[in-house]
């Protein structure tokens, strides 16, 4: 996934689930990481990243 579409998925996340979203974006990257997923991990872990971005210093 490219960052265009990582950043656009993480608004999307966000909009729907506020700040819960970081919290499911992490648990999606260790349900990856257990299943022996690494790359889809790493997207989520990117997904993540955004979201505590648009959340702020203070929130994320």
Same mark, same amino acid.
């Given at each position: 996934?490219?960052?265009? #579409?990582?950043?656009?998925? $993480?608004?999307?996340?966000?909009?729907a !689930?506020?700040?819960? %979203? /970081?919290?499911?974006?992490?648990?999606?990257?260790?349900?990856? #990481?257990?299943?022996?997923? $690494?790359?889809?991990?790493?997207?989520? !872990?990117?997904?993540? %990243? /955004?979201?505590?971005?648009?959340?702020?210093?203070?929130?994320?």
């Amino acid at each position: 996934m490219q960052e265009v #579409e990582i950043h656009d998925y $993480a608004r999307r996340l966000f909009n729907a !689930r506020g700040a819960k %979203a /970081a919290a499911d974006a992490a648990q999606k990257a260790r349900s990856c #990481e257990e299943s022996g997923k $690494a790359e889809d991990a790493v997207t989520w !872990r990117h997904v993540e %990243a /955004a979201i505590k971005q648009m959340l702020g210093p203070r929130q994320g």
